[in-house]
């Protein structure tokens, strides 16, 4: 397998904070990667790195054989890398439906042609038929429950049909029906080709979804490997639990 | 647009075009163009500040620039035509947004209360300029126009309707930038732009074109006002209180709507003209138009539009509901199909 993404000795530094500390992994294409950390390890701020919303300090980043660092969110979105964040972040204003089409990646050209067209109500349609939101498409994404709002992000960012797929804490505040749900729909996805990095807390979610699992500590990488292999590394048990 | 959308469009421009020839008393249609001014200049305002949420104060700078765009080519210039003025407009248009283009490059950088401030600084910033470029602007003695030579008798007329053909451009545009793509961008745009950013929105190509146009449509206006009282003074062509009444007349109609800009120049402006001669020339007026907005706020505090809309849906529900027999009536609350907010 090739690697999607690679990441090589970055840094990111908040004052004398460094919360990404000269990180390097690689996530293979169509895999399900896991990012896993104590809370501050820098998870979140690689993610904001690696997704262009924050400048690396040093180091590189490359997605698709391309070396995209510093590169602009949007311009990433276009060329396949999306993510969805640790608290749901819809447009609560625009109707679910829009919700979809806003996220379709459209060009400059396409601005000027119908707000919804048939093509992207064809095209959103087939989504919430897939996430069952077909129901409420016509609801404000402000009238959703949280789960609801956290399928309905991911569903978005599949509309520009990415390569790879960036999740913060699917789960998080999630009942456990929908997480059941999230799941099956990150393998339906992952089989038709599309390569996750997932940062979550849920260890039982991590583990029965994910290989391979990198373990971040202090913004360095410490373990990378088998999901099996994780639970049993002492790095990664000093990391969790304080030597 | 609904046949609803159409008939009510019609009804209104031909109400508007129907009503000079009422033979309305001169202060009756003096009136009217200043409606009609603060339509227009509040729907250009509500391209910016209603739909991409961006809450500029500087518009009255660019008031200004169409101002001293025609007052300073007739510095020069003989006014062969009355009309002439007019057919310069696009063009006053044209430098407004050009100028405005790197303007919005640079504050458009900053968001909410800081965009506020950068663009206050440029309204006081452009008076200052026409203060002190005496050389160009003649300082605080302000400039003359020749004045329009059109008939005494139905002096208002020509302005009354280049005004009227602005204000259904100014809605053209809004309207059909709701019915396309720009539309959604600029509300993602304002919901939560670094979002919007991250799902591939342009949106400093969309914040950037709503800000032009809409200067460029103030300007124009700018520009008619200047033609309109043939002589002007920086302190009334960049004067705050014109951005203030932008602002005040989109929130009270309702905000990223294409109707709610409209109603509140109407409601504002009729208001404080009207006031404005019953008081004269004292100031209670200004307490009075104070009043007016304060009291709209308290009873109605999303606009008028959103306001009415929200208690026509909540009435619609009611009604849905006291029909619906009882076994039906458990559907949960999502199955009740919303409107969608601001779409007036």
């Known amino acids: ?243 | 647009m609904s046949r609803l959308g159409v008939l009510r469009g019609a009804a209104f421009f031909a109400t508007l075009v129907a009503l000079p020839s009422f033979n309305l008393a001169h202060w009756v249609m003096n009136m009217a163009v200043f409606v009609l001014m603060f339509a227009v200049m509040s729907s250009a305002w509500n391209l910016v500040g209603g739909f991409a949420g961006y809450p500029s104060l500087g518009h009255a700078a660019f008031f200004g620039i169409g101002a001293y765009a025609v007052a300073l080519w007739y510095k020069n210039h003989e006014l062969t035509n009355a009309w002439h003025p007019f057919l310069a407009l696009p063009l006053i248009a044209l430098i407004a947004a050009l100028v405005g283009l790197p303007i919005a490059m640079i504050s458009m950088r900053t968001r909410a209360d800081v965009f506020a401030i950068v663009t206050i600084t440029v309204l006081f910033v452009a008076q200052t300029l026409a203060f002190n470029l005496r050389s160009i602007t003649d300082g605080a003695q302000g400039l003359a126009i020749p004045p329009a030579t059109f008939s005494v008798t139905t002096f208002e007329r020509p302005f009354y309707y280049v005004l009227t053909v602005l204000l259904a451009f100014a809605m053209a545009i809004t309207w059909a930038s709701m019915r396309s793509k720009i539309g959604l961008a600029l509300s993602s745009v304002r919901a939560d732009e670094d979002k919007a950013r991250g799902v591939g929105v342009h949106v400093t190509a969309v914040k950037l074109l709503a800000f032009c146009v809409s200067v460029g449509i103030t300007a124009m206006v700018g520009a008619i006002w200047a033609y309109y009282e043939s002589f002007i003074y920086p302190q009334f062509a960049i004067d705050p209180l014109i951005t203030i009444a932008m602002v005040l007349m989109t929130f009270l109609g309702g905000r990223a709507t294409l109707w709610g800009p409209v109603v509140g120049a109407l409601v504002l402006e009729t208001a404080q003209q009207v006031l404005a001669y019953q008081f004269g020339g004292s100031k209670i007026y200004l307490i009075a138009y104070a009043l007016v907005f304060l009291l709209v706020m308290l009873l109605l505090p999303r606009g008028i539009l959103p306001t009415i809309q929200d208690w026509l849906r909540q009435r619609r529900r009611r009604l849905a509901t006291d029909n619906v027999p009882p076994p039906a009536a458990n559907l949960p609350p999502a199955a009740v199909p919303a409107a969608h907010g601001g779409r007036a």
């Open chain 1, 1 to 243: 397998m090739t690697d999607l993404l690679i990441v090589e000795n970055a840094v990111k530094s908040f004052g004398s904070l460094r919360a990404v500390d000269e990180c390097s992994f690689t996530v293979a294409e169509s895999s399900i990667t896991a990012l896993i950390g104590p809370n501050g390890s820098g998870k979140t701020t690689l993610f904001n790195v690696i997704t262009g919303y924050l400048k690396p300090d040093a180091g590189r980043v490359s997605f698709n054989g391309r070396d995209v660092t510093g590169t602009d969110a949007g311009r990433l979105y276009r060329h396949g890398l999306s993510r969805t964040f640790q608290q749901a972040r819809v447009f609560p204003q625009l109707s679910v439906q829009e919700n979809l089409v806003v996220a379709g990646g459209y060009s400059l050209r396409q601005l000027f042609t119908r707000r919804v067209s048939r093509a992207d109500r064809e095209k959103a349609g087939a989504l919430l038929e897939e996430f069952r939101l077909a129901p409420v498409a016509d609801l404000l994404a402000s009238e959703l429950s949280y789960g609801q709002r956290k399928l309905l992000e991911f569903a978005a960012v599949l509309m520009s049909g990415p390569r790879l797929v960036l999740l913060d804490e699917p789960t998080a505040g999630v009942n456990p029906v929908m997480i059941e749900t999230m799941e099956r729909h990150i393998r339906e996805r992952n089989t038709s080709g599309i390569t996750f990095l997932i940062v979550e807390h849920d260890m039982n979610f991590v583990m029965r979804l994910c290989d391979p699992v990198i373990v971040l500590d202090r913004g360095k990488q410490i373990f990378a490997g088998h999901p099996t292999d994780v639970q049993s590394n002492p790095l990664v048990l000093d990391a969790y639990l304080g030597s």
